[in-house]
């Protein structure tokens, strides 16, 4: 069997590049260890900056995404007993996101490759990646793939990272020393907007997906196991840290999800070797406060995809070996915010309460110069 591309991962950035490889001519194969239920069941991210919802209208694969999806002008910073909105009508004028379910896109991206008639393999069994130098292949189940270039696009835990010789990627993380408890609620929101709200509890995170469901996360202990975490327990908690301005009632539901997330930042360099090309979470998480890793991935495969076509209509190869300077500019601009967002609302265990005082004057500071403001609400909505 024979492909230009050989894809690993079925996720947003597998997906995604398929998809835009197609709309070039180019021909990709993708292979997915997951069931395709599986992977469209997977609750993860809600918020899609400007530029990846119109990366995905442009590819025609927009059309629910922009009757279902919920557009957001701005997002509510909540700390010492008061609420602050961020406008980014104001602030980024004509800049928004837009609030929909990841696994929304996963579906609507599955759908729009099997409908043009795309390979997509799913439950495919030892995925292994060869001959990165030259005439790449991939092997899995007893079968041979054939490509001229391989995408690594199977997130964190993938093993197309893992597969580039010892010493070639320097690779720079961190682990946070906490996690997040995410639940699925079937209940309206209590607010319009996101709520992120910091408290001497910890971190509190109210979104949405619909009018009838609701997203919250908690800052949790990093050994944290949904076992410990009742939905009694969780409402109460989500009362006492989201309750914390006067007159704001939280409507509780039925959950019907409930996943514990570490928080870690990472990214290894350079996002490439050889023939392979590494994209998503396969080449960089962040912690998700700033809510950045799915338009990260988005990002990285419109980059992907314009290197491929060039090197596919003429044999160029200039593009492709500019791959991964041309994404880390925006990983680590991503990376840093994302950090900043965590610190700025988490509570640490160790901090001291010189340290408290630091990052509540950090948060009245964002919250009354508009300058500050700007600066959080233009990495939010994302850079151009
Ligand atoms: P993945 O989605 O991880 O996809 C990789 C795929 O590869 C998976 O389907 C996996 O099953 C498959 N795979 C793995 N190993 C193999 C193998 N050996 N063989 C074959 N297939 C394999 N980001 C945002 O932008 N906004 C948010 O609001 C946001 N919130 C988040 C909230 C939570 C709770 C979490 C967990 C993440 C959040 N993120 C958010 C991050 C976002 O979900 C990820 O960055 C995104 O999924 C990355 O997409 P990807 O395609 O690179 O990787
Ligand atoms: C959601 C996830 C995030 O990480 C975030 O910062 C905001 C919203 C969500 O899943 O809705």
Redo the contacts with the bound molecule.
Sequence with gaps: MRTQVGI?????????LSHLLHLRGISSVV????SRD??ER????????QG?VDTLVEAGVGERLLREGLPHHGIELRYGGAGHRIAFEKLVPGRSITVYG?QEV?KDLIAARLAAGGDLRFE?E??AVHSLESDPYLT?GGERLDCDVIAG????????RPAVPEGVLSVYERDYPFA?L?ILARVAPSSEELIYTRTERGFALH?MRSPTVSRF?LQVPADARVEEWPDERIWAELRARLESVPGFTLTTGEITEK?V?PMRAFVAEPMQYGRLYL?????H??P?T?????????A?VRVLTEALAAYFADGSTGLLDGYSDACLKRVWRAQHFSWWMTTLLHTFEDEDPYGRRLQLSYLDYVTSSEAAATTLAENYVGLP
């Design positions: 690993i991962g079925a996720g947003p950035a597998g997906l995604l292979l997915e260890k997951r599986y992977v997977r609750v993860r991210a809600g918020v899609l900056e990846t990841q996963v495919v030892d995925v899995f696009c199977d997130g964190f835990h993938g093993v197309s997040w995410g979104s996360y996943g997330t994209a998503g979470d396969a080449a998480i962040v998700p700033g809510a950045k890793g799915l338009n990260l991935a988005v990285d």
